[in-house]
Structures are given as C-alpha cells and as structure tokens.
C-alpha cells in the first residue's frame, strides 16, 4: 500500500508539474511586445478579420491604454471596415462626440469632459481628451464610408447634456399631440428626477408606439433616434450591462446595422464573454444573443502601476489629506484641482485591496519593464481552454465565473500586461 501511495503521489506530482509547464510553454510561445505586433501586422489574423464584434476592456484611470486603443480602433477601421465605435457614453454624449468628429469643434469636447469633472469621473482626463483630437485628425483623412461613428450604449449620466439633446431632436416636431408629454418629460429632466423621467419617457414611449403613423409625421426625421433616447431614458432604473445591451441591439435594428463590425472601448468587467459572480456582462449578452456573431474580447492587467482614483467622500476616509498632498508633491498634474489622487497600482498579489491576480509573475516572466505585451490565449493546445488561469480575480472587486465549467477563453481570448503604466492625468 506504501509503494501505491508513492507511485500515486508521483504521478499526480507529474500531472502538476507538466500542467505548470505547459501552460509557462505555451505563454513563452504566443507573446509579443504589442507595439511591434500591431506595426507588423501579426494582430490581425482570423481572430480580427472574422470577428464581428472586438472589445477592449481596461480598468479605468490609466494613460497607456488610451494609446492602445487609438491605434488598435485605426488598425482594425483601415484593414477591416470597423468603423462604429461602441463607448461608454449615453446616446446624448455620442451626439456630442460625433458632432465634434465631424466639426472639430473643440468647445464640444470640451463639454464632455466638464461633465466629467463635474461628476469626478476617471474619464475626465487629459490623454482620453488628446485620444479624440488625434482620432479627429485621423478621422480626417477618411473617405465617407469609412468615417468613424460614435455608438454611445450607456445609461444617462448628465441630464444637462441629455436635455440639451433632446431639445435638438424635437425642434422641428409637428403638431401639438406629443407636445404635453414632451414638456412634461423636460420638466422631470430638469428636476434631475429619475423616477418621472422613467415614467414620463415610457408614456410617451407608448404614445407613439400606438400612434405610429401620426408619430412619424410629427417627429420627423429624427423619429429613429428620438425613439432610441426615450428607451434610454424609459429604462434609468435598470442592470447597467443589461441596458448597455438593449441599447446596442435597439441601435442595431434601428439602422440595419445587423452585418456592421464594430468595435468597443469599456470597463473590465463589460468585455468578459461568461456571467460572473451570478451577474451577465454587457459581452456575455451579446454573445450570447448575437449567436451568429463571433466576439473577440481583449482584456488589460497591470503590473507596478500608478492609478487616476477620484479623491471623492468614500475615498477621503481611507486616505487622510495629509497622504494625498503627499502623492500631489509627487505628481503636480493632479494637485492643480485636488479633486483626483494618483494611487499604486497592481493586479498582482502586493495589490492590498483590489483585483489580484494568481500567477500573475508568469506574465511578468516574460515582459520587460515599462512595456505593454499581449499574450493569445486561445491558439492551438492552449491550457486556457481548460484551465481558469487568469480569467478568476480576489480582492474587494474580485471576480468569479458563474459556471464552473467554464474556462478563461470563454471569458476572453486576449490579455494585455501593461508594466509600470502612469496614472492619467485630470484634464
């Protein structure tokens, strides 16, 4: 029995060592430094051109990535047609975005990004302001059918820019039958009172739902994206994710974008392509409504880096102010308003709050410092197609797939490692 124990003990021995190194073989085998890999062209294999749909997914607050995506956003609209750009913005601040891509009219950027500031949102920082100048001067360049859209899918956040949006749509709407409802909804938005603006927008949702004849003559041409704010505004007190979806799907159906490819900037958590933590991800909805459609998904760790947090009540009973000018002599870009603080940042295990990362020192193994890689995980006899490796993360914001048979390729097929990255700074 002890020479069974031992040989048993053996073998599963060897079952962990060949496991561990296979999956180190197979991440020294399918990584490259990114910058070289988007220039040679490498990136844009099948994954890319048969995709319909590629996310990149990023924890906001950090600069590097806002190159990634500008360059990843041009590489896939140059050789493969994407040209809508899904973001994380409402209806009304894609209006806004794509009204300034087609202007260059800086005072509308500009009034993004004081919304921002008012609501001391990660976004409102100089290297996502710069992103949009230099997609401008990209978008240029472009013939007609290749010009880049804006597609907003979020929730509302400002009511200002919301209503400002909404007096544009309906100016030119006819008659007098939608005109109480539309006050009424105006006035609701003004009040900044969700609850009646739920109710107020699904009224008059209905209204002209029922009265589709005489609803289109009175509103117009701009009865497609009226119809799409009012479904925005009708669903404020519902899942985000499941918004964001419904949002998407509405504007697909609306202009006959069902064959479009289309390309996504969001948060971490809405690129995962498997429900976590009993919760469904704006990209598990869509793969899995979209059954047709393939998804790429691409998401960012870091490893040594500097966060933008907003320095905000929640924020200021962990770090006392005596602390935070600490960080502020160190970096002055955030001392001018003291509304954001630059904080370590890592998903590794020194991270002592947030997502940590197990085996995260393979990845780094493997990278220099300062530099962002990117590492396939879902090429040939890749152990990712088994294991959870990379795709579970602990923490306060930890995350855990649902369904444990699920394997981190069913979640996403790419990871980026960004070494060192710099906090951004506010704007």
């Known amino acids: 029995m002890r020479k069974v124990g031992l040989l048993l003990a053996m073998m599963y021995g060897c079952v962990s060592t060949f496991s561990q190194t296979s999956l180190e073989t197979y991440l020294k085998e399918n990584n490259s430094e990114l910058n070289s890999e988007l220039k040679s062209g490498k990136l844009t294999g099948a994954d890319f ?11 906001h607050g950090f600069s590097d990535v806002q190159d990634v995506d500008l360059e990843l956003l041009k590489l896939l609209n140059g050789r493969y047609q994407f040209k809508h750009y899904i973001a994380e913005i409402d209806d009304a601040k894609a209006w806004l ?26 976004w409102a920082n100089l290297p996502y302001f710069n992103k949009f100048k230099k997609l401008y001067e990209y978008q240029k360049q472009l013939p007609n059918n290749k010009k880049i859209v804006v597609v907003g899918i979020d929730q509302p956040h400002d ?10 749509l309906t100016q030119s709407v006819k008659g007098q039958q939608f005109g109480s409802q539309l006050e009424k909804l105006r006035n609701a938005i003004d009040e900044r009172n969700k609850s009646a603006i739920q109710a107020s927008a699904t009224d008059l949702l209905k209204n002209i739902n029922n009265e589709k004849d005489k609803g289109a003559r009175a509103l117009g041409s701009n009865r497609q994206p009226i119809l799409l704010l009012l479904n925005n505004l009708s669903a404020i007190s519902k899942t ?60 960012c760790y870091y490893k040594d880096g500097m966060i933008m ?26 001392a001018n308003s003291k509304k954001y603080i630059p904080l370590p940042y ?20 493997l990278t220099k410092p300062s530099s962002v890689y990117l590492f396939k995980l879902n090429r040939d006899h890749s152990p990712f197609r088994t294991e959870k490796t990379f795709a579970e993360v602990k923490g306060i914001m930890g995350l855990k797939l649902s369904d444990s048979s699920n394997s981190t390729t069913d979640a996403f097929q790419y990871l980026l490692l960004f070494r060192n990255p710099q906090a951004a700074p506010p704007k």
Not at 98 to 114: P, Q, R, V
Not at 309 to 334: C, E, G, H, L, R
Not at 351 to 362: A, G, L, Y
């Open 159 to 168: 009511y200002s820019i919301v209503k400002e949006y909404m007096a544009f």
């Open 49 to 59: 051109s048969g995709s319909q749909y590629v996310l990149l997914g990023e924890v």
């Open 97 to 122: 975005l794509n009204k300034y891509l087609s202007t260059g009219d800086e005072s509308l950027l500009h009034n993004i990004f004081k919304s921002w500031e008012r609501d001391t949102a990660q």
């Open 346 to 365: 890592s998903n590794d295990q020194s991270n002592p709050m947030m997502e940590k990362m197990d085996r995260m020192e393979s990845l780094v193994d």
């Open 309 to 334: 947090m907003p320095y905000n009540a929640q924020m200021k009973q962990m770090i006392p102010v005596t602390v935070a000018t600490q960080f502020w002599s160190q970096y002055p870009d955030f």
């Open 240 to 299: 985000r994710d499941g918004v964001m979806f419904d949002n998407l799907e509405r504007y697909i159906n609306t202009y006959q974008l069902q064959k479009a490819k289309m390309y996504g900037f969001l948060g971490f958590f809405h690129c995962l392509q498997a429900s976590y933590n009993q919760n469904s991800p704006f990209a598990y909805l869509l793969k899995k409504t979209m059954k047709n459609a393939k998804v790429t998904s691409i998401v």
